[in-house]
């Protein structure tokens, strides 16, 4: 959708869909510090069901928030920095584009 000249990137697109779950947020928490797990680990750490489970990470991993691997059947998960990055760094000039800094706009208490 575009307004007044600007638009959200798909990726940004991408990580507020995948974000706007709490139980994907929660999800996203098991995988800091560049941990890797497997739809078992995590459904086991978050006393979720294994379909469940799967449906959450496909939506993080289509989102740009998690990576995957595949070895033999075990499909490894893992946070994605660099599209998380650029998510986000879209997100950003978004914003900016829309509502820059010190900008309080008409008919708003923004700036007090």
Not at 57 to 77: F, I, M, N, P, Q
Request: hydrophobic share 40%; aromatic share 6%.
């Amino acid at each position: 959708m575009t307004t007044n000249g600007f638009e959200l990137s798909d990726e940004a697109r991408g990580f507020l869909k995948a974000m706007a779950s709490e139980t994907r947020q929660q999800i996203m928490e098991l995988f800091v510090g560049g941990v890797e797990l497997t739809v078992s680990e995590v459904a086991e750490r978050m006393s979720l069901a294994q379909s469940a489970t799967s449906t959450h990470l496909a939506t993080l991993r289509d989102g740009g928030v998690l990576a995957s691997r595949r070895e033999w059947k075990t499909v490894y998960y893992r946070a994605d920095s660099a599209r998380i990055g650029k998510a986000l760094s879209d997100l950003q000039a978004t914003l900016q584009a829309c509502c820059p800094p010190g900008d309080c706009g008409a008919g708003t208490s923004a700036c007090g």
